[in-house]
């Protein structure tokens, strides 16, 4: 019989790399879809009509039973820039080692897509990651944790928009000087599926996922200009806009923010501008059996599929 496999934030960046292959495998695999909204609600229904759509509400204790109700796994993916959103995993951690204690249980793993560097005190999205990670690891949960950075695909999509121009211009979120270690979601996906799949190898281990050795945001968004053979200026959105920008593109652009949401935005950025995420690509590389994907990579064979629907 199928086992019931949870992924959360599965309108997600993330999940909606991970779930086509498993859903690709009805005999093994049962998908419970969870979203929030209920615009993904409708959309993943019509995109997956053999999977069950779960919309909860983690706030709500039993919303939480209810999504791990007879599962084996559970692909945790924390809700992006939310003030509860280390409240929303340890419900759910809750709700597994509840699952996990009922007679005849199934429950055998929880895998946290977490961060890279949760210990990273100065970012609140990385500061809750810590105390979730730490949650995680004192249940009695066998689990697996994904450490991403700076996913390479954000950025993508407006570098390549600007392929007919003449003089392109990439409007820099923070000092473009400044190195990170990049993840491409592709990668990290692949990774997931196979953590998945391989279950009981993973138990207990702590990934980092990146793709890149730390490159600055200049040579990211040139190795993007080589793809397209274009030179790209760069230029610096001043600090106040840039938050005013993300919070939008996280939030919805017509909303009344709180300062509890802008609150982690507003540090990010700040951090940004003076340090970078950094990782090592050997464990992704290691997992995979092959070489991490890099963004001109990733950015190639973005190009060459826009070419192959366009024709
Ligand atoms: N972006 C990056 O570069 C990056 C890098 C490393 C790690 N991360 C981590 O990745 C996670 C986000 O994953 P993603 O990029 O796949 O998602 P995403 O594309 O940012 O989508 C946001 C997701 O959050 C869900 N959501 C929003 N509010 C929610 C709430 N109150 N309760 C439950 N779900 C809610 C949305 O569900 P609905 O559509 O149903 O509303 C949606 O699936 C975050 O924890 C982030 O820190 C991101």
New binding site residues.
Partial sequence: MAEILVLT???????TQIIPSLYEQPQKYRLRLV???Q??FEKLEKQYPGAEVLQAD?NVPGDCARLVDGATTIYY????F?PQEQH?AFNVIDAAMAEKAKPNSKFSHFIL?S??HPEISKLL?HDRKRLIEEYLCESSLCYTILQ????AD?AIGRLLAKKDCQAPVFMAAHDPEVAFSF?CIRDHAEASVKIIQEQSRHFFATYQLVTTWPMKYTQYVQSIGDVLGKTFEIKRVPYEQAVQKYCELLFGPDRVLDQSLRDAPERLLLYYNSRGIVGNPGVLEWLLGRPATSPAQLASMMVEKGKSTSS
């Fill in positions: 934030c599965a309108s997600g960046k993330q999940c979203v929030h909204s615009k993904s983690l993916v924390s809700p992006t939310q929303f897509s961060v890279l999205n991403p950075s700076h996913f954000n993840s």
